[in-house]
């Protein structure tokens, strides 16, 4: 796999699209704001709009901070990787224990 994201128009890129995000963020807040709704009322636009938020705030905020970063890997600790064969440690036989 071509490393794509490792440039500097990539990171540009991935950090002007996370301003695009925080920008439709702020856009479908301010329009759950403005409705004036009851907070116990399960309005499906209200939901829509408030996960549209979430995720966008989220996702936004990641891409402006991490820019190229995002996809750097990180090594994993043996502990959680995936055990092929199926082999199961019992709790007694943990370190440490």
Request: with cysteine; glycine share 12%; aromatic share 6%.
């Amino acid at each position: 796999m071509a490393s794509w994201h490792r440039s500097r128009g990539a990171d540009i890129g991935l950090r002007a699209s996370g301003l695009f995000l925080c920008g439709v963020a702020y856009a479908a807040i301010a329009h759950l704001c403005a409705m004036h709704i009851a907070s116990q009322s399960g309005d499906p636009v209200a939901l829509g709009l408030a996960a549209v938020g979430f995720l966008a705030a989220s996702s936004g905020s990641a891409a402006i901070i991490l820019g190229r970063h995002l996809f750097d890997e990180i090594e994993v600790s043996t502990r959680w990787r995936h055990r092929s064969g199926g082999v199961s440690v019992q709790p007694d036989q943990l370190p440490g224990r």
